[in-house]
């Protein structure tokens, strides 16, 4: 769908009106999401919690992580994004609380529980919790402010990669956030309940206003709202949303994700400089963001703008160009054709918007040379995952032709997995 906007420029615009399937719940959507099993991480929390407690949860919540296929840094640019949910998950054991009090306790990769100091919801404010109970703790915050003031008692456990730019503390954050609505009654695929847009919007105000972070939306939404078998295609303004088919295998193609264990955090600095930089152009511009730059305009605005801010509104102006081409290839089942858009977003990232690292480039790099159709690094930057379209019967190749170029640069071995479109968060059980 394409329209005029304010400006006198055209935009495209996800197509609300097309035939899509909702966001999935229940078990049925848990057992298609992993390849470890969702049901196996909802059963491992709830099995911790009984074991914790010495009573079973009342429900279990689950959330994937996410990638995002193209489309970065453009969110909290008002932009498109272009995001699928992973096959991996995190679940929240969870039973209610009459004292008021939030207790959370996390399963790690060791399988020893860690437990934080008890809390009741009424102290909690911004910087009274540190580490990675502030995730939660920003969840059950914002949800008092919005009327959901429930103790509860949290068992989490997952297997989305950690600082691997695939989003685990989102997923964490929005299933925490329909645990505490599911233990008070609230399921937002009924009427007149809050909507998942309207649930990532608090998930994001947490990150925003308690943890410390300024996070867009991308994430939050990918996970609460995406579907299997399809990508979302957000217009972040608006929060139009459209459901685009990408069946990678019917292609005889797949999305191989290179974990490059380079750790990626959106605490660093590089994150915020980048987004007050955003900000500050469009303060220049005298618009609202910098997607109200168009591509036409795009000389003009650069020529304005001082010297050190022009790179990030070229990369922000040319990778929602860059979504929208996307879009309009898959909307007609064409995904071979987008593995030089992806190509030319890594190129972008990395010289214009300058949030590579030599893991990524390396990861991007050799998967282009061993015949991948595109590759791009995925997250914020700075470390994390990369992606490469490649064909179905070349990913073993690819891989090992991967892990031979970080183990002759001396680099930890990257992780490697397919990912395939899958459900988005919801109550397991």
């Known amino acids: ?133 502030a995730y939660p703790s920003g969840v059950a915050w914002v949800l008092r402010a919005e009327g959901f003031s429930g103790g ?18 989102h ?13 008070a009654g609230v399921d937002p695929d009924e009427p007149d309940a809050p909507s998942r847009a309207t649930i990532a919007r608090w998930v994001q105000r947490s990150e925003n206003d308690f943890v410390g972070v300024p996070t867009g939306l991308l994430d939050q939404t990918a996970s609460l709202s995406c579907v299997q078998d399809r990508v979302l295609f957000l217009d972040v303004r608006s929060g139009e949303m459209e459901q685009v088919p990408f069946d990678t295998s019917s292609a005889g193609l797949a999305v191989l994700v290179i974990d490059t264990k380079a750790k990626h955090s959106h605490n660093d600095s590089g994150y915020r400089e980048r987004r007050a930089g955003c900000e500050r152009a469009a303060a220049l511009l005298g618009i609202p963001a910098l997607r109200d730059v168009t591509e036409s305009g795009l000389g003009d605005a650069l020529a304005s703008l001082p010297e050190e801010l022009r790179p990030l509104v070229r990369h922000v102006v040319t990778e929602n160009t860059r979504v929208v081409r996307t879009v309009e290839h898959l909307r007609v089942g064409r995904i071979a054709d987008i593995g030089d858009l992806l190509t030319a977003s890594h190129t972008s990232m990395r010289d214009d918007y300058r949030i590579s690292c030599l893991e990524l480039d390396l990861a991007v790099d050799t998967a282009l040379d061993a015949g991948a159709l595109g590759a791009r690094m995925t997250g914020g930057g700075f470390g994390g995952s990369a992606i490469a379209l490649v064909a179905s019967d070349a990913v073993a190749s690819i891989g090992e032709r991967v892990k031979a170029a970080f183990a002759a640069r001396g680099l930890t071995a990257p992780g490697l997995f397919t990912a395939v479109p899958s459900p988005g968060a919801g109550r397991d059980s």
């Open 152 to 169: 509860a008692d949290l068992v989490i456990a997952g297997d989305v990669p950690a600082g691997a730019g695939l989003s685990s503390s």
């Open 171 to 183: 997923a964490l954050q929005c299933a925490t956030a329909l645990a505490l609505l599911g233990l």
């Open 1 to 133: 769908m394409t329209t005029t906007n304010e400006r006198g420029g055209t935009e495209a615009r996800p197509n609300a009106d097309a035939s899509t399937p909702a966001p999935q719940d229940g078990p049925a959507a848990a057992s298609a999401a992993a390849p470890t099993g969702a049901p196996s991480i909802a059963d491992h929390a709830a099995a911790e919690f009984s074991a914790l407690h010495g009573r079973p949860p009342a429900g279990v919540w689950s959330a994937p992580g996410r990638v995002n296929l193209i489309g970065e840094h453009t969110d909290y640019n008002d932009g498109f994004v272009l995001p699928f949910a992973l096959p991996y998950r995190i679940a929240v054991a969870a039973a209610p609380r009459s004292d008021g009090v939030f207790a959370v306790t996390t399963v790690g990769d060791d399988g020893r529980p860690q437990q934080a100091e008890p809390v009741r919801i009424a102290d909690l404010s911004p910087g009274s919790i540190g580490g990675w109970a």
